[in-house]
């Protein structure tokens, strides 16, 4: 079943509050317990009155985190909070520019003070200093101090202060309840009566996201099909992220990127413990085609030539190339970071614009197919199969006009069994370096030989599309195996391989020496 709340409070006349479920309980009952309390995973809200060291507050959070429970504040917070200001002076001045003129207040006040509960406040104006301050500090009642800036229209924030559940004014009960309820996703009210669904499922999205690697009717599917096997699932965005460990697992289907919000999304789940697909280790290594050329070709696996070149070795590769080649910058996204070079002038001009981003550039052999083909990878199993074809009149399968708008090959699902077996038995062995997560595999099946392109993290999962052939089970296989990981808790790292090391192979070749390209369409081939 998922994860409970409970609310430890030092007296339970502290909590005056509908208990419906009976989940508020004494400091000194949570204490008491020694490991012996609920039968499964719980998250914890420590409201008592005090987290000064040593204090009861302070050993409820400690021995939660003992327990492998989640507690809000954690022992890391509590010791933020009680450093003195000068010493969170970064993160203090980081809240200071949130705060606008607010105009309404009087010249003659110099300081002001506001209650917030779980990032939450009334006043618009206040509303994104809330939900950040509780990002930084997460500390379930906090009031937040700040002070008029000397000679200046604007505020600085002085002080961030721990909160208890009497300092909350009865006339905004209903805040405090609006905020509880939203950050555990459970109702405190006395005429709910609530079952419990088997896990609580964050699905990471981008409403705004033009090229998303899951349309709107496949999320839809997703929460559809989650809701049938008793899985609570909730399509969250980037604001979210203070609410993400009142869930029991993550679900990323938003393009990731290692310097990007995902990877924090992904990195916080899975410190927590939570299950969470994608995983920040198969970000790391799914997002860098470097390391993947240095991955495929240290064990085995066909891949096209692949050159790692500085913008020193480049020169000398005037006289070496065979035209045309695929340059790619290693961490780029989309095809917007791959190029194709017809000659050594295009090489260069091609080359020196990505310098400026990159210390190093990939060169590929290139090589056309009318299609590849797409295996999607789920805990070293396939899970689906595709052909996705190259745009019409283009070599990628995903086209950029100089105008902005986009225009994509056709995608034409296969079934597993259907698929060439040699297709399908490199990607399985490729997806097993990087991870026992969700990963699209990219091929191409040449008169040569099969040869794989990338290992992506983030495949696209459209619907209409990738699930033409499983339909309803092709959800409910992902959804399944975050089911399965959350219910086997041992089972929840990932199982890549570690130990890799990556040397400077500038101006090397990495793979055969036979070869072609075609470049990602990241939020088609991600």
């Known amino acids: 079943m998922s994860s409970v709340h409970v609310i430890v409070v030092e007296k339970r006349s502290d909590f005056r509050w509908p208990d419906p479920a009976r989940r508020v309980m004494t400091a000194e009952e949570f204490v008491s317990e020694r490991g012996e309390g609920a039968s499964r995973q719980r998250k914890v809200i420590n409201l008592c009155r005090s987290y000064d060291y040593l204090s009861m507050g302070y050993y409820c959070s400690l021995l939660a985190e003992a327990r492998g429970e989640r507690v809000t504040p954690s022992v890391e917070t509590i010791m933020d909070l009680q450093q003195k200001s000068s010493e969170l002076e970064p993160r203090l001045a980081q809240l200071g520019r949130l705060i606008g003129e607010l105009p309404e207040v009087p010249r003659s006040v110099d300081s002001l003070s506001f209650?917030?509960?779980f990032g939450h406040i009334e006043d618009p104006q206040l509303a994104e200093l809330a939900r950040r301050a509780f990002e930084l500090f997460r500390c379930p009642l906090l009031e937040i101090r700040v002070e008029r800036l000397e000679g200046a229209t604007g505020w600085r924030v002085s002080h961030l202060v721990p909160l208890e559940p009497r300092?909350?004014?009865?006339s905004r009960d209903a805040v405090f309840l609006e905020a509880l309820d939203q950050f555990t996703r459970r109702a405190w009210r006395p005429h709910v009566v609530?079952?419990?669904p088997r896990m609580d499922l964050a699905i990471l999205h981008d409403p705004?996201?033009?090229?998303?690697?899951?349309?709107a009717a496949a999320l839809q599917n997703f929460v559809r099909v989650a809701r049938s096997m008793d899985v609570d699932a909730e399509l969250i965005e980037k604001k979210d992220f203070s609410r993400l460990t009142q869930f029991d697992a993550l679900l990323v289907r938003e393009t990731t990127a290692v310097d990007h919000h995902t990877f924090r999304f992904a990195k916080r789940a899975a410190t927590e413990g939570m299950p969470v697909i994608d995983d920040p280790q198969?970000?790391?290594?799914?997002?860098?085609?470097a390391f993947l050329a240095e991955l495929l070709q240290g064990h085995g696996i066909a891949t096209p030539r692949t050159r790692l070149v500085s913008r020193r070795s480049a020169g000398k590769l005037e006289h070496v190339l065979s035209y045309p080649v695929v340059l790619k910058v290693p961490d780029g996204s989309f095809s917007r970071s791959v190029k194709k070079a017809g000659s050594w002038r295009e090489f260069q001009e091609i080359a020196q614009a990505m310098f400026k981003d990159s210390g190093i550039i990939l060169v590929q052999d290139f090589m056309y197919t009318d299609f590849d083909w797409r295996?999607?990878?789920?805990a070293g199993e396939p899970l689906f199969v595709a052909r996705y074809f190259m745009s019409r009149d283009h070599w990628q399968i995903l086209?950029?006009?100089?105008?902005?708008?986009h225009e994509e090959g056709r995608v034409e699902a296969v079934s597993v069994e259907d698929a060439p077996r040699a297709v399908i038995e490199a990607a399985v062995r490729s997806a097993a370096l990087v991870g026992d997560g969700l990963y699209g595999v990219d091929l191409k099946e040449t008169p040569s030989g099969v040869y794989v392109i990338e290992v992506n993290d983030n495949p696209n999962i459209d619907a209409a599309m990738e699930d033409a052939i499983l339909g309803d089970e092709l959800y409910a296989r992902v959804i399944g195996e975050l089911l399965r990981r959350y219910e086997s808790p041992h089972e929840r790292a990932g199982a890549a391989p570690a130990g890799l090391r990556i040397e400077p192979l500038i101006g090397a070749h990495v793979g055969p020496h036979v070869g072609p390209e075609r470049a990602q369409p990241r939020a088609v081939l991600r």
């Open 115 to 117: 209650h917030a509960f």
């Open 208 to 215: 705004r996201e033009p090229l998303p690697p899951s349309n």
């Open 399 to 405: 086209r950029h006009r100089e105008d902005g708008r």
């Open 167 to 170: 300092d909350v004014d009865p």
């Open 282 to 289: 198969s970000i790391l290594r799914c997002t860098n085609k």
């Open 194 to 196: 609530e079952s419990v």
């Open 375 to 378: 295996v999607g990878i789920l």
